[in-house]
């Protein structure tokens, strides 16, 4: 028993010191960055005695932003666990130390063992080197995150273009500017070497080149750009590769046929931008995309509530493996306990707008407004077509399609939580169009849903024409209710709104101070969001709204999940929409001259949706 406790004492151990090699690093980075700042500090740790430089050696820092910045992020992967990062360490551990050092100093300046005084404190430096070395060594198993193979061929593209355009610039600054006579092309080079290595801070360097002293700072400053460069091209998250497998969706779908009616945004798991993530059993599963290093999944799992947990453990399994940080947007209530128990906390998102069929009535004061415009638009002349997609006829698709896209406000069609992105698909022939006609039968705007189980709908897109009578789209979502008997409809998911318990909580009597100051700050983001116009838009309809919640692990991942389901979601893409348009248009006259409609509407794969909708 004492043996088995004492084992697992060892291993607690381990596991911390990868955090401790964390802030010894952060330490490294911030003397070296106060001591490149700070001449003074760096003078100051020159006249410390022997025993403590050569004690301390690497901790006092090197004094160069170059090199502290290096440090942060090595700092940055060892926390996520790279292996890459572990053989960084153990390189940096041999080449600091007493035994690198006396040997760079050896071949470039001839140092040799009798130059070298007092002895103790050089043996205490080996000893503590050798601890290093010993932890590094020991907590291999705890850097368990892989490699990506492509960022080793990105670093050494990296390192060539940047090596030789340093080199090339370094070269001529120092040769045009050397005012030596006793020195050749070669001891140019070898001074630009010297001097851009000497800007990361891994050695320094004396020879008869002659050079102002803004020279060596240009040249120090392209050796600190290579090597960050180069890191950077390291340390970047593995990709993933997101493929999309037939028998996967089929799979996916047999789920969806059985327990689709748990989450309304179960459908879109569909998307084929996405991976899924089986559990053991197979009766669960995660659809998710690695984006910018967080392995991001929407909505609940899908299938067996018994089999989520095991679908959430393989997924984060995964997401441990590649040092992906796991993030869910939109999950449910019950989908938030259950990931909740895998140690990911939430936070509410905001709500979902789910409309009741038979409880809803144009009847009474509340909805007066509503009424109103509902009638003013079919006085217009407007009228409402609403047909299952399957039932559209093919060269009537073309067409919808089209317009959606002329319709659409910006380049790129966005979404990813609560956006299918592939109108008009074959394989979504159960989804329901909403179409809206002028009094002369010329469309101008439509509205597209999926399924969500057997008797939903749940928004996907939106699209009108500009310029059109205002309460269009109300007036086709009360048509789609009316007609919700008919269509065997009996709820319907609409927008979601972001932080509506924001706005409708400080809108009430004794609302506090902090809550008016987040509705001013939320109406300023209003203005390119949508947050405010969206929970209004959906109140109107008197809904039941549903929470919805991020889940993530820890509170400083949180921006860089914010950036990841920006980019996800469309809001920080760079899109290529001309190619794009031209492409999908280009299928459209495919179809119509008689090729295979599964080639006429494929989704375009690069672009990120955003709930044109929701």
């Keep these: 028993m ?20 964390v802030w010894y690093l952060r330490i490294v980075a911030a003397m070296s960055i106060v001591s490149a700042l700070s001449p003074s500090t760096s003078e100051r740790i020159d006249r410390l005695p022997d025993y403590i430089l050569f004690s301390l050696g690497f901790l006092l820092g090197v004094p160069s932003l170059g090199f502290g910045v290096l440090m942060l992020m090595l700092a940055a992967a060892v926390r996520r666990r790279k292996r890459v990062a572990w053989w960084l360490l153990v390189v940096l551990a041999v080449f600091v130390g007493p035994l690198g050092w006396i040997g760079v100093s ?70 045009w500017n050397d005012a030596s006579p006793h020195t050749d092309l070669g001891d140019e080079a070898l001074y630009t070497l010297k001097a851009g290595m000497a800007g990361t801070g891994i050695w320094w360097y004396g020879t008869a080149v ?14 600190s750009v290579m090597v960050l460069a180069v890191a950077w091209a390291l340390f970047q998250p593995r990709r993933g590769s997101v493929r999309h497998d037939p028998r996967g969706e089929h799979r996916l779908r047999a789920l969806l046929d059985k327990f689709g ?21 197979g009766k669960a599963a995660i659809a998710y995309r690695p984006v910018g290093g967080v392995s991001l999944a929407a ?29 869910v947007m939109g999950a449910s209530e019950e989908g938030g306990k259950v990931l909740s128990r895998f140690g990911l906390d939430a936070v509410e998102l905001g ?57 659409r406000d910006g380049a790129v069609e966005r979404g990813f939580s609560m956006a299918l992105g592939r109108l008009g698909d074959p394989a979504d022939a159960r989804c329901v169009m909403v179409e809206c006609l002028d009094g002369a039968g010329v469309l101008r705007a439509l509205l597209s849903f999926v399924p969500w189980g057997g008797n939903g709908l749940s928004l996907d897109l939106m699209r009108r024409e500009r310029g059109t009578e205002n309460g269009l789209v109300e007036f086709m979502v009360i048509d789609l209710i009316k007609a919700g008997p008919e269509h065997a ?24 101070p902090f809550l008016r100051l987040a509705r001013v700050v939320l109406s300023v983001f209003s203005r390119w969001w949508q947050l405010e116009s969206l929970y209004r838009a959906n109140t109107k309809y008197r809904p039941v709204w549903e929470p919805r919640y991020l889940c993530f692990p820890k509170a400083r991942d949180l921006a860089r999940i914010a950036i990841a389901a920006g980019r996800a979601e469309g809001f920080l893409a760079m899109p290529a929409p001309r190619f794009s348009r031209f492409v999908r248009r ?29």
């Design 106 to 175: 050896y071949l470039l300046y001839g140092v040799t063992w009798a130059d070298l005084r007092p002895l103790a404190p050089l043996i205490l430096s080996f000893l503590i080197q050798a601890l290093f070395m010993a932890l590094v060594v020991w907590a291999r198993e705890d850097f368990y995150a892989v490699f990506d193979a492509a960022n080793s061929r990105l670093a050494l593209i990296v390192l060539a273009v940047s090596a030789g355009l340093s080199a090339l610039i370094g070269v001529t600054l120092v040769a």
């Design 586 to 614: 280009r299928k459209c006259r495919a179809v119509s001259e008689g090729l295979p409609a599964s080639e006429a509407l494929e989704p375009e794969r690069e672009s990120e949706p955003v709930p044109g909708a929701k």
């Design 210 to 223: 002659e050079v102002p002293h803004w020279v060596d700072v240009t040249v120090d400053f392209l050796g």
């Design 351 to 407: 709500d979902e707008a789910v409309v009741e069929v038979e409880e809803f009535t144009l009847e009474g004061r509340a909805m007066r407004v509503v009424r109103q415009a509902y009638n003013r638009v079919e006085r217009a002349g407007y009228t409402t077509r609403i047909r299952r997609h399957g039932d559209i006829p093919r060269a009537e698709m073309i067409q919808l399609v089209r317009r959606a896209d002329d319709w």
């Design 489 to 512: 409809v009996e709820r319907i998911s609409l927008n979601f709104a972001m932080f509506r318990s924001v706005f409708e909580r400080s809108g009430r009597l004794g609302a506090g």
């Design 299 to 327: 909505g609940d799992p899908i299938g067996d509530v018994e089999a989520w947990p095991g679908a959430v453990e393989a997924w984060l399994a995964e997401a441990r493996a590649h040092a992906w940080v796991p993030a």
């Design 261 to 281: 009616d748990q989450d309304s945004l179960g459908y879109f798991a569909l998307r084929r931008d996405k991976a899924v993530m089986w559990s053991p059993t």
């Design 2 to 21: 004492t043996e088995t406790a004492s084992m697992g004492r060892a291993r607690r151990f381990r596991a911390r010191i990868p955090m401790l090699l």
